[in-house]
């Protein structure tokens, strides 16, 4: 530790001017000039020394001084001149005075020790002399030195009766409870016995009112007998009148005589459901003795009221089962539910919640239903219905109800108000005297009507109201929510000022990050505390609270602060209280305290910084973590102070920086004391006591540490007192006599032979609190093995906790022991016990809140565990293999045990519940004494084997036995296997599956669901089913293949549903389901994406009028795959601006309208669970600039195919029209800009003239006028309409015939002969233009060019083209769109040959080839 140098001679003087205290003023200047001339070299250690330093070493000089020497004389007054000699004798004299007293002082000291030393070799010799005159003890006969004490407890909590006992030879005590021992394996748990050091107690758990009684102790040995009697009185708590029982739970009830003993397997845990489906509670019990017609009594409740049994509730026991269900659910059966069992030693019961949810409203945002619905009957004709409202989170607010009635023994229920009510009442009047009524209500609000509550029961006395109540209550206050479990969380609240009536209280949750509230109760629950359950492991919760009464629903409450369900792990919190622990003047040895909140996990690294203290940069220390909170900073400058700061890493990073330390001075430590310990930390923390440990310190002083000294005070207090009497050379301590629920501080000081050493800083407080459920560590000696053991369960544990054991809190030497762990539990086992292995052991938890305990192992009891152990290990008959059981066929179960050698005088028995089995029908026992194996087989093995079954050998003088628990979910395995097995063995006398139904994906992703049948014959019948409906495959099965198989080409989720097999012939039949939905459904489109991801093509562009599109083809496509388009790297969702979606032989993703961002790498990924495959494309320079441009040119194109001349509709294919009759060929044209309109007839231009006149108005309407037609005027007529973005040619043939002539049958480009005409309609008015229809996306093969190709010359002889029309039109009459199948040249001078009817205008092709590839 720090000192501040003095010089000896300034120490000298000063205590020598202390003790002789004369009134010489000029003798101590002249003393004092002395030594400020000889410490000049010493300036600079001068300086560095305080005044608090010198004062102190005054003190201590003053001390050792305080028995003078010898009394110095009196001087006498000197002169000027004899100063000077006077100064230097005196300061002689003072020299050799502090010698003489130094030296006093050493032998005082040694004095002292050798005094101590002789006085305890004294007392040791004395009591070793007293230990030789006691006599060795007589056989006597038991005595209780501490008697049994009475108690008074509550129920439901646990006593401890205790006693001591002495006598030799050791007696054998047993408990009675009045006049009948107790046997603690007739009530599993209730009863335990414990006997350690001649205390012996009797730990009665969860006391009930039976267990009134009194307990006794009978202690016998062969010299005689004694007995203890206590008075053990459990007692209601206060208040049982009215609520004998804890919020929420069941209350008590009157005690019922039984002569069963039950216990209670496994019961039904938190259980959801939802309005108008079904539920079951089932509670699985061990009846003994089990009776058929005598069954236990069972008791159901639902919070605090007894269930009986109805048409909604079903109570049910018999058979080892316990049972109520639900056939149809509503919200008045949320609760918490609680099974109460009658037996022998009193009640055994089991609680869980059951929650109901709304059913799904018929129309979206109505209500959900009232509850509680009830009836009372205030005079003759007369009745008031009151209910409790519903939850609402997303509906829209309650605006009333509807309250139905209907007399009992009829179906027809008639509304009793016009209006809604908007209160949770309503008189109902003018009903018939005599008449009984059912009332159902509805809840109303904007969204619609909801479904109807529960019927109420009928109607009963109505109680007087305690006054009228108005306005819903105020909000509840404040609302926390604490962490109760990884799926569910403890919320409570504060009351609302206003009650008004409560009901209840409604409790709504909403996940962190979305705005959806989502009920946690459907029921108003009237406590104002709730456990929330089915939330999400890692998901942080708020909830709020609204308040319910007759008049609705109050305000929401504040929400409370979010909530972590199940943390995950986080960086741990900053490093605490660094202090320097020794200092050499060039480097510093640092430690400090670990982070309060670790994070979750180990601490693996420290990191840290330092700086100057009067610098501001920090500067690394080291730059690889170390493990160790110690650390030793070196290459520092003495006399410079530094200031530290540390940071924390675990596996989920490194947390925030320490505040920085105070400034720390490098000075050398010369003391001879040593330095202070440090890492003071805590185990074994019980309600009385603890054990403290600590480092220890790195600085030494003058000589090794020879021990420790333990100071403690109280939390926020600075008086510190010690606890150790004299210092202990161990480096921990166990601290006794605490207050339990205090908290506490504690400092150690090392001691060496110089002294004892500065204080350690201040331990962080602890609570002496033991954990709830701590247990000790039990040493014994297996039964089986004889293997000397101590075994810790521990009362909490985390999955990354492990079970550390020390000795005197030091590593085990390698091989003294062995550690076996296994849950909660952990076993040390001693390999070969000696006097080495006595000693104080410990076991601590890692990863939990300070599990821990310690044993010691004395000389005395490891001599009474080898007597034991060697009586175990000696005889027995060794085995090879415990008793076990194994399922046959046929379901035969065989038990076995096997003997590592066995004799052929070999004896056993099988015992069965503690009843000896014999060889019987069904049953029979074997042995094999060549194997060593010893067996019995049960044939038909049913729910009345339930028990333990033991064997029992015995083998000359060599015995053993070996034991099997076959109850609970082992017991239920194995019944399972043996009915499996018995049904397998019928079933396959008959028709079956071989293999059940499952599923694979061929090449051609077809999903087949395969099976495999045996014992099948021709008359075997096979079908295919789905969703109970028959599925008739295009090819029937054929069982006798021994595989059948369903393809299901394009799967997709229409496939969603339960598939069956059956097959049946006189045999038997046999039947295989396969539920294709959830995982399995999930599984078969991964097998499709697996293998369409495999042959997907790498990504092609297609250009588009409306942009780009990549595209991906594979061979088979479907939205359920898990697919997803990524752009840069960065994942795109579909939008208006980028298309996604895809058919059954691609996926594509459209980018509409494209710029310079949409410019880079793009991907497609295909997961099938388990591999993603992934196809690229870089749509980025050339490749973006071709597309570019291309989709430029098809937009173009679109354009000018959207705005091009066309005929819309009004002319036939073909006209047939009498002589001496007007015809008027009449269309409706479009184009923009507005086209040109030319006529031919028989592929030359008609000229407007009075025969036949020509027009064109508004730039809509063409007519071809002809009057007086004759037969010159029959021939093929067209139109060519066109505009600078292209145009249409329209062919009509025209036939006229004569009076009298019927028509003729001309086809289209054909003129008829000549025939008497029949007049044709007249013309009907133009049709206003239709506008031009949209233009598909168009896929082509080769780009076009959208420049117009020049027109090509007539051909001296055209051939019409042979278009064959449709059924001939009446003139003027709308003919189909012709489809755009043909291409024309462009529109050419007069006289130029008619190109086909609805041709288009050419465009020349364009050398760039097409994106399209294609398809593999």
């Known amino acids: 530790m720090p000192t501040t140098a003095v010089p000896i001679r300034q120490q000298k003087q000063k205590i020598h001017a202390k003790s002789l205290q004369h009134e010489y003023l000029s003798s101590k200047k002249v003393v004092e000039h002395h030594h400020h001339s000889h410490s000049h070299s010493h300036s600079h250690a001068v300086r560095k020394s305080s005044s608090q330093s010198v004062k102190k070493e005054q003190a201590e000089a003053k001390t050792a001084m305080a028995e003078p020497a010898y009394t110095v004389p009196a001087f006498k007054e000197r002169s000027a001149d004899d100063l000077p000699e006077y100064a230097r004798v005196a300061l002689r004299c003072g020299k050799e005075l502090a010698e003489l007293q130094k030296e006093l002082t050493r032998m005082k000291t040694v004095t002292h020790t050798q005094v101590s030393n002789i006085a305890l070799t004294r007392e040791v010799q004395e009591m070793m002399s007293v230990k030789r005159k006691i006599p060795v003890p007589a056989d006597k006969a038991p005595e209780f030195l501490v008697a049994l004490r009475g108690h008074t407890l509550w129920e439901k909590m646990s006593v401890k009766l205790f006693c001591t006992v002495a006598g030799t030879p050791t007696p054998i005590v047993q408990w009675y409870k009045g006049d009948k021992p107790i046997d603690p394996l007739s009530v599993p748990g209730k009863y335990k016995i414990e006997s350690k050091y001649g205390v012996h107690s009797l730990i009665i758990s969860r006391c009930m009112l039976s267990d009134t009684a009194q307990y006794s102790a009978v202690a016998t040995n062969h010299h005689g007998k004694a007995s203890s009697k206590a008075t053990v009185a459990v007692k209601s708590p206060p208040g049982a009148g009215e609520l004998a029982h804890l919020p929420g739970s069941a209350p008590i009830t009157p005690t019922h005589a039984s002569k069963l003993d039950v216990t209670l397997l496994d019961a039904f845990g938190v259980t959801f459901g939802t309005e108008g489906g079904s539920a079951k509670l089932v509670a699985n019990l061990v009846v003994v003795p089990d009776l058929p017609n005598l069954p236990p009594e069972v008791l159901w409740f639902r919070d605090d009221r007894l269930l009986a049994p109805s048409k909604w509730a079903e109570i049910a026991v018999g058979g080892g089962v316990a049972s109520l269900t639900f056939p149809h659910l ?178 709504d949750a909403c996940q962190v990050g979305t705005k959806a509230w989502v009920p946690c109760n459907h029921r108003p629950y009237k406590h104002p505390r709730f456990v929330v359950h089915g939330l999400t492991q890692g998901e942080s919760y708020t909830f709020r609270v609204q308040a319910v009464n007759a008049y609705g629903l109050s305000e929401e409450s504040q929400e409370s602060d979010a909530l972590f369900i199940d943390a995950a792990l986080t960086a741990p919190s900053a490093p605490r209280d660094i202090v320097m622990v020794a200092c050499d003047g060039a480097s510093m040895t640092l430690a400090w305290k670990k982070p309060k909140n670790c994070g979750g996990t180990k601490i693996k690294s420290y990191y840290v910084d330092m700086r100057e203290a009067s610098h501001i940069n920090w500067h690394e220390v080291n730059t690889g973590g170390i493990k160790e909170r110690l650390l030793k900073v070196e290459n520092l400058t003495a006399g410079v102070a530094y200031e530290f700061k540390i940071q924390a890493g675990n596996l989920a990073g490194v947390g925030p920086a320490s505040e920085a330390s105070k400034a720390l001075l490098c000075e050398a430590w010369t003391g001879a004391e040593p330095g202070p310990a440090h890492d003071i930390s805590f185990a074994e923390v019980r309600d009385t006591s603890l054990m403290v440990r600590w480092a220890a310190p790195v600085y030494t002083g003058a000589g090794p540490v020879t021990g420790y000294l333990v100071e403690m005070a109280k939390k926020g207090s600075s008086d510190f007192v010690a606890v150790t009497e004299e210092a202990t050379a161990h480096r921990y301590f166990k601290v006794r006599g605490l207050e339990a629920g205090a908290a506490y501080v504690f400092k150690v000081k090392a001691v060496n032979e110089a002294g004892v050493g500065k204080a350690s800083a201040a331990s962080d407080s602890v609570v002496a609190k033991a954990l709830p459920g701590t247990k000790e560590i039990m040493c014994g000696v297996d039964e089986e093995s004889g293997d000397i053991f101590m075994s810790f369960e521990a009362c909490e544990i985390a999955e990354t906790s492990s079970f550390v054991w020390t000795k005197g809190y030091k590593e085990i030497a390698a091989g003294r022991t062995t550690v076996t762990t296994e849950g909660r539990s952990s076993k040390l086992t001693l390999t070969s016990p000696e006097a080495a292995d006595l000693g104080r052991y410990a076991v601590a938890v890692t990863d939990t809140d300070g599990v821990s305990a310690s044993h010691k192992i004395t000389e005395e009891d490891l001599k009474k565990m080898l007597e034991l152990s060697y009586n175990i290990r000696h005889p027995i008959v060794p085995l090879k293999a415990v008793l076990n059981y194994e399922v046959l066929e046929k379901g035969h179960v065989r038990f076995w045990v096997q003997a590592k050698k066995l004799s052929s005088a070999v004896t056993y028995k099988f015992i069965f519940n503690n009843k000896e089995v014999t060889a019987a029908e069904g049953t029979k026992l074997s042995h094999d004494a060549a194997t060593g194996i010893i067996q019995m087989t049960i044939e038909h093995f049913t729910k009345h084997n339930e028990g333990t079954y033991t064997v029992q050998i015995t083998d000359g003088k060599a015995k053993n036995q070996s034991s099997l628990v076959l109850v609970g979910d082992v017991f239920k395995a194995a019944l399972k296997e043996a009915d499996f097995q018995r049904s397998e063995f019928i079933r396959k006398g008959g028709p079956h599956f071989s293999e059940y139904l499952s599923f694979f994906v061929d090449d051609d992703c077809t999903v087949n669901l395969t099976c495999k049948v045996a014992n099948v014959k021709k008359e075997t019948v096979f079908h295919w089913f789905k969703d109970g409906e028959e599925i008739v495959p295009e090819t029937a099965a054929n069982p006798m293949s021994g595989v059948c198989t369903l393809p299901l080409p394009m799967f997709s989720r229409k496939d969603h549903g339960v598939f069956k097999a059956t097959l049946s012939d006189d045999k038997g039949k046999d039947s295989s389901t396969l539920d294709v939905s959830g995982a399995v459904f999930e599984d078969i489109i991964n097998a499709l994406a697996k293998v369409a991801g495999s042959s997907a093509s790498e990504l092609v562009l297609q250009c588009t009028p409306e942009g780009i599109r990549l595209q991906c083809y594979m061979k088979y496509y479907t939205e359920e795959m898990k697919t997803s388009w990524c752009h840069r790297e960065n994942k795109v969702a579909s939008s208006e601006k980028m298309r996604i979606g895809g058919t059954a032989e691609m996926a594509w993703m459209q980018i509409c309208e494209p710029n310079e961002k949409e410019k880079g790498q793009y991907s497609i990924e295909i997961n099938d669970g388990t591999t993603a495959h992934t196809r690229s494309f870089d749509l980025s320079g050339q490749a973006f600039a071709d597309a570019y441009a291309e989709f430029q040119r098809l937009k ?221």
């Open 330 to 507: 509503n919200k008045d059966d949320e609760g918490l539910y609680t099974v109460r069992i009658w037996c022998k030693s009193g009640t055994v019961e089991h609680s869980a919640y059951l929650f109901v949810k709304d059913a799904a409203p018929a129309v979206a945002g109505a209500p959900g239903a009232p509850m509680d619905v009830k009836a009372s009957d205030a005079s003759g004709a007369f009745v008031m219905v009151t209910w409790k409202p519903p939850n609402i989170t997303t509906e829209a607010a309650i605006t009333g109800y509807f309250v139905d009635r209907r007399e009992v023994g009829h179906t027809t229920w008639i509304q009793c108000n016009d209006a809604p009510v908007a209160v949770c009442k309503l008189p109902v009047e003018g009903l018939p005297v005599g008449h009984s009524y059912h009332f159902r209500v509805r809840a109303v609000n904007s969204a619609g009507i909801s479904a109807p509550s529960r019927r109420s029961d009928g109607v009963s006395a109505l109680h007087t109201a305690a006054g009228e109540i108005e306005g819903v209550p105020s909000a509840p206050g404040q609302v926390v929510a604490t962490r109760n479990s990884k799926s569910s969380c403890f919320v409570q609240w504060d009351p609302p000022k206003h009650p008004n009536g409560l009901m209840g209280y409604y409790i």
């Open 1196 to 1416: 173009a194109a679109a354009f000018a195919e959207k705005n091009r001349g066309r005929v819309v509709g009004g002319l036939p294919d073909v006209v047939t029209i009498m002589e001496k009759k007007s015809l008027s060929l009449t269309c409706t044209v479009w184009g923009d800009p507005t086209p040109e309109v030319t006529w031919f007839k028989n592929e030359t231009e008609v000229a407007s003239t009075e025969h036949c006149k020509v027009t064109f108005d508004s730039g809509k309407y063409a007519s071809l006028n002809i009057n007086q037609v004759t037969a010159d005027d029959s021939g093929k007529y067209s139109i060519n309409v066109r505009n600078k973005y292209g145009g249409e040619f329209v062919e009509i043939t025209v036939s006229v015939y004569k009076q009298g002539e019927d028509p003729p049958e001309a086809k289209l480009g054909h003129a008829p002969a000549s025939k008497p005409a029949t007049p044709a309609p007249p013309p009907s008015k133009p049709a206003t233009p239709a506008p031009p229809p949209k233009t598909p996306t168009p896929t082509p093969t080769r780009m076009k060019s959208p420049s117009p190709a020049p027109p090509s010359p007539p051909s001296p002889s055209p051939s019409p083209p042979s278009v064959k029309s449709q059924s001939p039109a009446p003139p003027s009459v709308k003919s189909p769109s012709p489809a755009p199948s043909l291409k024309s040249p462009s529109p050419a001078p007069p006289k130029s040959p008619t190109p086909p009817r609805s041709a288009k205008s050419p465009t020349p092709t364009r050398s760039l080839r097409s994106p399209t590839p294609p398809r593999k």
